[in-house]
């Protein structure tokens, strides 16, 4: 058995990144290394999630039951005057509220992800990228079940689908990606400084309402200057314009910007990866037990 | 020769001991690594080196042990042979499939079973679904949880929890397997079971690198010693010697605060008529001064050098006591020897201790030589210091032995001699051998 040409690995104080091609080399067959452990990890922790409680997956609809709920009654009392067209508010807030929470989902969703993983990857040498894509696993499938009351109200409401509807998957899938990316960026501040993932925490519920979530963005002042420089605004009206059609208080001309953006999403997030990558044990030493 | 699969040259790595700043200097460091930069080898403020130039290289078959007081910077070490962690300078390189049990618990769901966690352990080890399920019965069987594989791992003993994780590592058959103190926690037996599971894997040409505080089981499982103190090397070579070394140190330290054995205690009733000059011992054919480490069963032979002050002809008891550490008396023998000298004269006389019946500890033997009633020429109350281990390892391999220490019964105020000791042989033949 011996002399067989076998894998070398080798660590050293130098950088990764003078050796770009290896590094990235590294990234993508931590990737391919994830496939397996990923889908385990993400069923660990679901069923360890749901084993121990009584309701069960009612858990991952019901705060946005609730955020529903809560912006239904204020549309209905008309605190709230929402311009949504054809498309019922309830429904209108239900589904700009799943995508939204897509979006941070993919931000927060990987900053625990990782923090929970710190003590096992200051233990374990097994594929970094495996958590990521085990947390990606679980905020899709809590957006599976989340799409069940939305399916209910549709219904109810009875309202029509656009012809495109299946295409609102890849904006959704734009703004996973878009907070993945903002996440594997700013990760080792987020998880070396606690300030400042409390204030990325805040900055997102400000973001809640400078994007069209609950209602439609204003075309005049200063609001409608935020929703325009806001990233996640493209991908959101893209995404109700396929799905509900034109008429769903969506501007129209969203899809262009969503797709320059999608497009220029993917080389980021392999850069993304490799951030990650190269941070990831700097952030085990300083934290990892 | 053997392949070569841990090269490890030179490698530093420097901690911080202020919470806050380490976090800040994270942060830099990230933005370093960012840059292409090397982080500075200078130490920042209140930064300290936990590990400072360590190299060692290892072939196929060969193991070391890794010794040292808390905080030396043994699992750091490993930490950084498996990638956890970058080096502060040097460099590391393995070759082959690397296997590290630094803790037995990470990535273990409580609620899930243990069948479950067989199969998240497995793969995080790097084995597929296939590989576990074509394993899952042997893991099962070393780990011997049997009835509770489908319990929820909550409600594991902690020696379950270890049992299980290893079953599933040396399952893996890695190239280098990298193994951190977690067996403390397993029983007697399963400690033994994995002890021959490391002496089978190392038979299968792995190299092996062991971190333990049970220098017993250094001993019986490597054969090269790495001891670090402080983070660096205080001494690397031959296993037995380096386990002896550290721990004459620590036995010394522990005994006094200079961290050297201390020197002979001569009580204050003796009459100084022969004192004791020199004392060696020697362990399998291994010559060594006081502090001494001897596996259980293993003979202790040690010659007394003793210096008459005045002329004595008489009869005499070679009295020794034995303590452990804290003081409670573990068992005593009383030789008979003649003595037959004139002043300045120097005496040697060589004894033998079978160790069979000790368990395993530290000790500190006392000494006296009197006449029978009447006074005591010297009495040393720190003659010698023992640490007995169990028995070693390649007594452990042979299927069937048992452990044989056995419990000392003192409770009857007689003293059971948990020692055997042969007359002195440059003495005149001893007459009898009696215990007090």
Same mark, same amino acid.
């Given at each position: ?10 660590? %050293? ?58 912006? %239904? ?53 097994? %594929? ?48 996973? !990606? ?26 997102? #519920? ?20 935020? !929703? ?9 009206? #893209? ?12 501007? !129209?001309? %969203?899809?262009? #910007? ?32 | 020769?053997?392949?070569?699969? /841990?090269? =490890? ?44 130039? =360590? ?58 079973? +243990? ?81 021959? *599971? ?23 499982? $490597? ?7 402080? +983070?660096? =090397? ?11 070394? @550290? ?10 605060? $200079? ?33 001494? $480490? ?19 002809? &008489? *009869?005499?008891?070679?009295?020794? &006591? ?30 033998? =201790? $079978? ?7 530290? @000790?500190? /033997? *006392? @000494?006296?030589?009197?006449?029978? +009633? ?27 032995? /048992? ?9 009857? +105020? ?23």
């Amino acid at each position: 058995m011996s002399n067989l040409p076998l894998p070398i690995t080798s660590y %050293s104080a130098h950088s990764e990144v003078r050796r770009p091609g290896r590094l990235l080399r590294q990234t993508l067959a931590g990737l391919w290394a994830a496939r397996e452990l990923a889908a385990r990890l993400a069923r660990r922790d679901l069923s360890a999630r749901y084993r121990e409680s009584f309701l069960g997956i009612l858990w991952a609809v019901g705060p946005s039951l609730i955020t529903v709920l809560t912006f %239904s009654l204020l549309q209905q009392q008309q605190i709230l005057n929402a311009q949504t067209g054809s498309v019922p508010y309830p429904v209108y807030v239900l589904f700009g509220t799943i995508l939204w929470e897509l979006f941070t989902g993919a931000i927060l969703g990987t900053l625990n992800e990782v923090r929970g993983a710190l003590t096992t990857l200051s233990k374990v040498n097994i %594929s970094r990228e495996a958590f990521l894509i085990s947390g990606l696993y679980k905020l899709l499938f809590d957006t599976t079940i989340k799409c069940l009351p939305l399916v209910i109200l549709l219904l109810a409401y009875g309202v029509p689908l656009a012809a495109s509807f299946p295409l609102a998957l890849l904006p959704a899938l734009g703004m996973m !990606a878009l907070g993945l990316l903002i996440a594997l960026v700013l990760l080792p501040l987020l998880l070396l400084v606690q300030d400042i993932a409390r204030l990325v925490t805040a900055l997102l #519920t400000f973001g809640l309402f400078v994007t069209p979530v609950l209602y439609p963005m204003p075309t005049t002042g200063f609001l409608s200057v935020l !929703a325009g420089l806001n990233p996640v605004t493209p991908f959101l009206n #893209t995404a109700r314009a396929a799905f509900f059609g034109s008429d769903a208080g969506a501007p !129209a001309g %969203s899809e262009m #910007t969503a797709l320059v953006f999608g497009l220029a999403l993917l080389p980021c997030l392999v850069i993304g990866l490799v951030l990650y990558r190269l941070t990831v044990p700097i952030v085990v030493e300083r934290l990892g037990d | 020769m053997s392949q070569l699969l /841990v090269d =490890v040259q030179d490698i530093s790595k420097k901690f911080c001991r202020d919470l806050k700043r380490s976090l800040l200097y994270g942060v830099r460091d990230v933005w370093t690594e960012i840059r292409g930069g090397s982080v500075s080898p200078a130490l920042r403020s209140k930064e300290f080196w936990a590990l400072q130039d =360590v190299s060692f290289q290892l072939r196929r078959g060969e193991s070391l042990g890794i010794i040292g007081r808390n905080g030396a910077g043994k699992t750091t070490l490993l930490k950084i042979l498996n990638g956890l962690i970058k080096p502060t300078r040097g460099s590391v390189t393995m070759r082959g499939r690397v296997q590290a049990l630094i803790a037995l618990n990470a990535g273990i769901s409580p609620v899930l079973t +243990g069948r479950e966690n067989i199969y998240i352990n497995g793969t995080m080890m790097g084995l597929s679904r296939h590989d576990i399920q074509q394993r899952l019965d042997a893991i099962v069987d070393f780990a011997e949880i049997g009835d509770f594989l489908d319990t929820p791992m909550r409600n594991y003993s902690s020696g379950m929890r270890v049992r299980l994780g290893f079953a599933v590592a040396i399952h893996v058959r890695p190239d280098v397997l990298i193994i951190d103190e977690v067996l403390a926690v397993g029983d007697q037996k399963f400690r033994r079971k994995a002890r021959n *599971a490391m002496a089978q894997l190392l038979e299968q040409e792995i190299a092996l690198i062991f971190i333990s505080h049970n220098l017993h089981e250094v001993m019986g499982i $490597t054969q090269q010693a790495l001891w670090l103190d402080g +983070g660096q =090397v205080v001494q690397r070579g031959d296993s037995s010697a380096v386990c002896n070394a @550290y721990l004459q140190s620590s036995l010394g330290g522990s005994v006094s605060q $200079t961290g050297d054995i201390p020197p002979l205690q001569p009580g204050n009733k003796r009459t100084g008529e022969l004192i004791v000059q020199e004392v060696q011992t020697q362990v399998n054919g291994v010559t060594g001064g006081r502090a001494v $480490t001897v596996s259980s069963g293993t003979c202790l032979q040690f010659e007394l050098t003793l210096h008459a002050q005045a002329t004595i002809a &008489e *009869a005499v008891y070679h009295v020794f &006591e034995l303590h452990d550490l804290n003081g409670s008396n573990a068992g005593c023998v009383v030789i008979n020897d003649h003595i037959q000298a004139v002043a300045g004269d120097r005496l040697t006389r060589r004894f033998e =201790v $079978t160790t069979g019946d000790l368990f395993a500890g530290d @000790y500190v /033997v *006392a @000494y006296q030589i009197a006449t029978e +009633g009447g006074p005591e020429f010297e009495n040393i109350s720190n003659l010698l210091y023992a640490s007995v281990t169990a028995p070693d390892l390649t007594e452990l391999v042979i299927p069937g032995t /048992v452990n044989h220490l056995r419990p000392l019964n003192n409770s009857r +105020g007689a003293w059971r001699i948990p020692f055997t000791m042969q007359p002195p042989t440059a003495a005149r033949p001893a007459s009898e051998e009696k215990s007090r």
